[in-house]
């Protein structure tokens, strides 16, 4: 299979490069489109993912709330085929930075000029000790539709929304949960009999924020009658009661848990985390997203950016954005011009609010003055402009 693939191609294209991306998400994705709407087709664009298809974070949300069918949002992969990149399915086993080479389970070594880490983050819901076949995986797609027939089935009780490690994609997917969730209930006709109770383990809501926000957020939900408890961090789930590590205990009728998150193994056996430093994640320069290493870049949710105390949110937006800017320094580079091309640090999403509205959350974490994050006040058309953000995000990268 290898080695037909990799001898299919024409000559000619033997004196171009070969730049291999690591992961079809948001990141690998992105960057992929950018590569090939600006490089000639002597050059290969090559993508492996262990997955068929590709599902934004955000509509885990959606299907929650039920606007939304798991099987209706998963876009084929294999759409990349017919934009002229090369997708392989399949499973990365190694990466050997001295020899500038990939292990696929079953592609063999695939050889590389330049390379694109952006493999996420991996979720580990095992690490909270009782958690895994009590606690719904907020963030797993096939557990959301189940937690969803529990919560309409659901008359009276307690449902507790556990940010169980820090750092986790998306902070705000949390909170907007709970405000689905309330919409939900209500709909339902049940929520007066419920209480929702979120528990996290930082003293503030976003951390990553600021206080000004976290206070908008919390007021918000308050509003909403859902009780926030900070510096909880979940340490053990037995089958009716929640143990934090501050010793308070709490029960629970359904349990909403949004997973510790760590690197992928594979990425860590490589070496790409730096052995000083006390990061989990990838370490890049946070203008280029070059790593320390000659033409290997990492994007999105497996890196780390610094800033100041905090660190960079994990989000699609900047995955999206830091690969455009790896695909341009990868460009310039092949097509010798000098590579301008710098991530600014900014992004934007939307905080959704249940009903069909959606709040607008804007950051400049490259600031000089300090990360910079405001939040606009929830509307219909910011819902939906998210929806927007999925649907032509989608069609460029796929279809
Ligand atoms: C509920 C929820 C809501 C969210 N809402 C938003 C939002 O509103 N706005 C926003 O900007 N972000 C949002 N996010 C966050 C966003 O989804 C992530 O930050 C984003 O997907 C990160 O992109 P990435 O490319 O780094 O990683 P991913 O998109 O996770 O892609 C990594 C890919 O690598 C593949 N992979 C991993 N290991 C291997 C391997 N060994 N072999 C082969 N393939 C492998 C995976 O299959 C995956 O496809 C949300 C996330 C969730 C869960």
Known sequence: MTKKFLHSIPIFSLMGKRILILGAGFGGLAAATELRKNLSLDHRVIIVDRKKSFMMGLVKLWVLEGSRNLQESLTPLDGLNAKRIEYLNDEVTKIEIAQSRVQARDHGWIEYDYLIVALGAELAPDRIAGFVGRGYNLYDAQQVPKLRDRLLQLERGKVAIAIMGMPYKCPPAPYEASLIIDSMLSRQGTRNNIEIDIYAPAPIAMPVAGPQVSANVVEIISQRGISFHSSHKLKSVTDDTLEFENGSKADYDVLVGIPPHRVPE??????????????????????????????????????????????????????????????????????????????????????????????????????????????????????????????????????
């Open 266 to 399: 594979v990425v860590r056996s490589a070496g790409l985390i730096a052995a000083e430093g006390n990061s989990n994640w990838v370490a890049i320069d946070r203008n280029t997203m070059k790593t320390r290493f000659k033409n290997v870049f990492a994007v999105g949710d497996v890196t780390e950016i610094k800033v100041g105390a905090m660190a960079l949110p994990k989000a699609g937006i900047f995955a999206e954005e830091q690969a455009k800017v790896a695909a341009r320094q990868i460009i310039d580079e092949i097509s010798g011009r000098p590579a301008v091309a710098a991530f600014a640090g900014q992004g934007y999403c939307f905080m959704e609010m249940g009903n069909g509205r959606a709040g607008y959350l804007e950051a400049d974490f490259f600031n000089p003055a300090g990360p910079a994050v405001r939040l606009e006040a929830p509307s219909e058309q910011n819902f939906q402009k998210k929806q927007d953000f999925e649907r032509i995000r989608v069609k460029e990268w796929l279809l």
